[in-house]
């Protein structure tokens, strides 16, 4: 067996706009599931006690917004979730009005991350006071927690036979 050792000369920088390029590519895959996700199915549907997908949705939706204020700003105010109404926003209750929803978050993130400072991602924190290190970890669990949402709906889909 052989080891290859990797030179640390030049270490791999992600830029911010790199690091939204890719949460915003995921974003997009998860909106195209919203899409293609039967309405019939969307809020009702669920396997074994887990959440239906519009929940899952809105799970992340109310994560992004504080998340993105505390990665852009620095400051980390958890703002409730969507089992009750969040930041003045309805509950939507059908897939028009989640993907509008969807739609304006992302837009906030957009805006919210264009006024970051360039080294923010590499400053380290307490988020939400639950861990510290450095804000680009953060946002890779965030973009994490939404592929893990997007796999289980993947599961419903395929359970349905539409996957």
Excluded at 40 to 55: I, K, Q
Excluded at 137 to 148: A, H, K, M, P, T
Aim: negative net charge; hydrophobic residues 35%.
């Amino acid at each position: 067996m052989t080891t290859t050792t990797i030179p640390t000369a030049n270490p791999v920088t992600i830029t911010p706009e790199v690091m939204l390029a890719y949460w915003q590519d995921e974003r997009r895959q998860t909106r195209q599931l919203i899409e293609t996700f039967p309405e019939d199915h969307l809020f009702f549907y669920s396997l074994n006690g887990m959440r239906p997908f519009a929940e899952l949705a809105l799970d992340i939706i109310s994560m992004s917004l504080p998340a993105v204020v505390g990665i852009t700003t620095g400051h980390w105010q958890p703002t409730g979730s969507f089992s009750r109404s969040w930041n003045g926003e309805p509950k939507p209750l059908n897939k028009k009005d989640l993907l509008e929803l969807w739609d304006k978050t992302t837009g906030e993130i957009d805006r919210l991350w264009a006024e970051m400072p360039e080294d923010r991602l590499l400053e380290k924190q307490t988020v939400f006071g639950l861990g510290s290190g450095p804000i680009y970890s953060f946002v890779l669990r965030y973009i994490d927690q939404e592929i893990q949402h997007r796999c289980q709906a993947i599961l419903y889909l395929r359970s349905l036979n539409l996957g």
